[in-house]
Structures are given as structure tokens and as C-alpha cells.
């Protein structure tokens, strides 16, 4: 079974700071793979990272993705309130998606 | 535009069935796998069924063990959930979601619907 653990599971930062969230994979992943969503409360989640490292369109450059094999990496720079959501990675593999926990980035 | 309108959602007995309706506009349907995602009360995503575009090939995520099929009628633009057995542990609200390739060996879930409430309670 293919497990993603993300970390931490709260991550507590004022606005202007910045926010690096892991994603951890019980098995290398392929990097086209590895994708990363934003999802607010009452909200379907939104693309923003898509293969590891490519921001969908409309994502602001404060986003990046990085990693490889089975640590992979979402940052946020200069977070702003816009920001503060629950982030998910995704990975593809053995004929199954599969999604992280979640991390949440909260206002401190 | 793209949209995705899920449909179908409701409140059924354990042990009962629902069919899900996604109802695909602004992009070329059958050029795209499908896939649908689900969400439990306060829990975070969790990945149900994926479709071929032309709907050959299907996956599932094993927990679900052949309670649900997936399909899709590509003439009319529109997804489908057909959900039997019923559990509790089901109720979730389900999104539908358009696949992307990438290129090589890869994809990703570029648009979501808004989703429909699923409720399986006596």
C-alpha cells in the first residue's frame, strides 16, 4: 500500500512568514506524479503544484515545489492571508492515486 | 470555462445505492480521463474511482472492493458514480475532477467540481 505522510499536520505562522510543508512517500514516486492542492473550508480543492514542480496557471510565483524520490517539498514564501488553507500532495502509483493527510497552515 | 457540476447527492439508508451524475462544459470530454475524489466530514481527500477518457480502462481504490463502477457518456458530456452497499463510512460530499497527462508518465486533477453531499445514515 502506498502511504504519503505530509508534516506537520499544523503549521502555525503569521503573514509575511514562510511556510515549508513536507510530503513524505512509502515508496519513490514518480515525479510527474507528485502533485499539490490548496483546499479552503466549504471549497472543492484547487490545483497548484502539478508534477512536482510546475505551478498551474493563476498560482503566484510565492508557490514552489521541489523533491524527488520520496521526499517532496511545497513552500511558500511570504505567506499571505490568502494563504491559510489545508494543503494536500498526490501521487500516482500501482493503478492508485493516493493523497496525503493534509497539512494545515493556520494563522498564529 | 471549464465546469463540473455534480449531481445525484443525498441522504440513503445503509446498505442502499445512489448513482452520481458530473456534468462536464467548457473543454473537450472525451479527450480527458475522469476521476472522483471523496471527502468525509472534517477529513481530508480521499481518491475513489478514475476513468479513461473513452472509458476502457477504469480504477478503483481498493478499500472500496466492487461496491461502485464508474462510467461516462462521452455523447452526452457527462460522468457517472454508480454507488452500491451503502455504508455509513461513505458519507462524504464526492467531487468529480478532469485529468491532465503529463508528459512522460505522469497527470494531475486540473478542475474540480463543487461537489455533492453524500449522507448514509439510518
Known amino acids: 500500500e502506498f502511504v504519503l505522510t505530509q508534516s506537520p499536520g499544523t503549521l502555525s505562522l503569521s503573514p509575511g512568514e514562510r511556510a515549508t510543508l513536507s510530503c513524505r512517500a512509502s515508496?519513490?514516486?514518480?515525479?510527474?506524479?507528485l502533485n499539490w492542492y490548496q483546499q479552503k473550508p466549504g471549497q472543492a480543492p484547487r490545483l497548484l503544484i502539478y508534477g512536482t514542480s510546475s505551478r498551474a496557471t493563476g498560482i503566484p510565483d510565492r508557490f514552489s515545489g521541489s523533491g524527488s524520490g520520496t521526499d517532496f517539498t511545497l513552500t511558500i514564501t511570504r505567506l499571505e492571508p490568502d494563504d491559510f488553507a489545508v494543503y494536500f500532495c498526490?501521487?500516482?502509483?500501482?493503478?492508485?492515486?493516493?493523497f496525503g493527510q493534509g497539512t494545515k497552515v493556520e494563522i498564529k | 470555462e471549464v465546469q463540473l457540476v455534480e449531481s445525484g447527492g443525498g441522504l440513503v439508508h445503509p446498505g442502499g445505492s445512489l448513482r452520481l451524475s458530473c456534468a462536464a462544459s467548457?473543454?473537450?470530454?472525451?479527450?480527458?480521463?475522469m476521476s472522483w475524489v471523496r471527502q468525509a466530514p472534517g477529513k481530508g481527500l480521499e481518491w475513489v474511482s478514475s476513468?479513461?477518457?473513452?472509458?476502457?480502462?477504469?480504477y478503483y481504490a481498493d478499500f472500496l472492493k466492487g461496491r461502485f463502477t464508474v462510467s461516462r457518456d462521452n455523447s452526452k458530456n457527462t460522468l457517472f458514480l454508480e454507488m452500491n452497499s451503502l455504508r455509513a463510512e461513505d458519507t462524504a460530499v464526492y467531487y468529480c475532477?478532469?485529468?491532465?497527462?503529463?508528459?512522460?508518465?505522469?497527470?494531475?486533477?486540473?478542475?474540480w467540481g463543487q461537489g455533492t453531499l453524500v449522507t448514509v445514515s439510518s
Open positions: 467548457g473543454f473537450s470530454f472525451t479527450n480527458y480521463a
Open positions: 476513468i479513461s477518457d473513452r472509458g476502457i480502462i477504469t
Open positions: 498526490q501521487q500516482f502509483g500501482s493503478s492508485q492515486w493516493t
Open positions: 475532477a478532469k485529468v491532465v497527462p503529463l508528459e512522460p508518465r505522469g497527470a494531475y486533477f486540473d478542475n
Open positions: 515508496q519513490s514516486v514518480n515525479r510527474n506524479y
